[in-house]
């Protein structure tokens, strides 16, 4: 498929890039959703645009020198793989900007609705949160999000990967977060010092690990551990429900995000009686379990 001539705008560059999407199938969901907003967004940033460009940007004539660079980012993508977020080493959840590259799962959660959404409204007071805990922070990006919605509180940030904490520590550095929020290298709480959460948020790896071995390249390309949850993808989910109600206040919550576990979550942790949290898409994967639930549970 032959690339747009000499003189092509970059219109018909985005029209050309919809059709290798289509052509090399290349996997999407890790920066948006569909092949016209993914590739706009990285001729934008090849181009050293604003991502709120004017659409009339699309009928600019490209020069030789832009036109290299939107060729070699679009190689890059369609034959290399190479997700969009590691190419241009920013993700997006809402208004917030996060750096990340190879060493993190590319951010994308639910909780980017939960948190402004619905959380309060399972507090008993909203404004006398204190501490919360974000369990496999991975880039950091949760953690920063519950530290911009509860500004008076500390927040702990754990996840097992020395390599992810490094990327969660420039994203705090870049949120000018670093007194309130502490990266903790620890497998859930085994290396976290004593305390009592207001919320535990997590979103952990939930992929069973035949899921994962199937995956596209593009998600094969984020590190394995921040999908894997082992045999069934509940591992690290039973870990940190072991884990939790030790570490609540009383009137504490815990939010996690599982994916396509619903019915699983639901049989093996009936005595918990998880809430699930209603998205505007209507996948409902963020489910909620109180602390007196939690307290009570023996395993």
Same mark, same amino acid.
């Given at each position: ?24 199938? /290349? *996997?999407?969901?890790?920066? &948006? @959703?569909?092949?016209?907003?993914? #590739?706009?967004? %990285?001729?934008?940033? $090849? ?10 940007? /699309? *009928?600019?004539?490209?020069? &030789? @020198?832009?036109?290299?660079?939107? #060729?070699?980012? %679009?190689?890059?993508? $369609? ?11 920013? *993700? ?208």
């Amino acid at each position: 498929m032959a690339a747009p001539p000499a003189g092509a705008a970059l219109g018909d560059w985005l029209r050309y890039a919809e059709r290798l999407y289509a052509r090399e199938q /290349l *996997a999407l969901g890790q920066v &948006a @959703a569909s092949a016209h907003d993914e #590739a706009l967004y %990285l001729l934008l940033h $090849a181009l050293g645009l604003p991502l709120d460009s004017p659409a009339l940007v /699309l *009928a600019k004539p490209l020069t &030789a @020198a832009e036109r290299a660079a939107v #060729a070699t980012m %679009l190689r890059r993508r $369609a034959v290399d793989r190479v997700p969009a977020a590691y190419l241009t080493h920013e *993700a997006w959840l809402g208004e917030h900007r996060f750096y990340v590259d190879e060493r993190v799962i590319i951010p994308r959660s639910y909780f980017l609705e939960i948190i402004p959404q619905q959380l309060d409204g399972w507090l008993p007071d909203p404004a006398k949160v204190r501490r919360v805990a974000d369990v496999c922070t991975g880039s950091g990006c949760l953690a920063i999000l519950l530290a911009h919605h509860f500004p008076a509180a500390k927040v702990d940030a754990l996840d097992l990967s020395a390599a992810a904490l490094e990327v969660a520590r420039i994203n705090v550095r870049e949120h000018r977060l670093t007194r309130r929020i502490a990266l903790h290298r620890s497998d859930v709480f085994a290396a976290v010092p004593a305390a009592k959460y207001d919320v535990i948020l997590s979103n952990p790896p939930y992929e069973p690990s035949a899921h994962v071995r199937a995956q596209s390249p593009e998600f094969k390309a984020e590190p394995r551990m921040a999908h894997d949850g082992g045999k069934d993808g509940l591992g690290i989910i039973r870990k940190l429900l072991q884990q939790a109600g030790a570490r609540l206040a009383p009137q504490g919550i815990v939010l996690i995000e599982v994916g396509g576990l619903q019915a699983a979550m639901n049989r093996e942790f009936a005595a918990l009686e998880p809430h699930w949290l209603r998205t505007e898409d209507g996948a409902d994967c963020v489910c909620l379990i109180h602390a007196a639930r939690l307290q009570a549970w023996r395993r």
